[in-house]
């Protein structure tokens, strides 16, 4: 899908690690969430409430989900977090990323 219609968009950005990491937040009508970003080069750890789905548009970039080994994405590409986890990225070249988050209901 290269295009969301009817939907709310964050004005305020998320901005995480000084910067390096930014993105907005998108509220479907359904009240489903998306967050559309940029990260820059860098080494990065984060968390997840919920099952993420990373969908990356350009860019390079390496995960390491627990128990697993380094997987390196070059977009477009796709993979998915796990709810409840952390996991670790090696950020090789600007990335432009579309996350959706699935609520365990």
């Known amino acids: 899908m290269a295009e969301f219609n009817n939907v709310s968009i964050a004005k305020a950005a998320s901005v995480l690690f000084e910067g390096n990491i930014t993105s907005r937040s998108i509220e479907f009508e359904d009240g489903s969430r998306k967050t559309l970003g940029i990260m820059l080069a860098g080494e990065y750890e984060l968390n997840t409430v919920h099952t993420q789905i990373m969908d990356i548009q350009r860019g390079e970039l390496e995960l390491l989900l627990p128990a697993q080994e380094w997987v ?18 090696k950020v090789h070249t600007l990335v432009d990323y579309c996350c959706s988050f699935i609520k365990i209901r």
């Open 72 to 89: 390196t994405y070059t977009g477009p590409a796709t993979f998915e977090v796990p709810a409840n986890s952390k996991f670790k990225l």
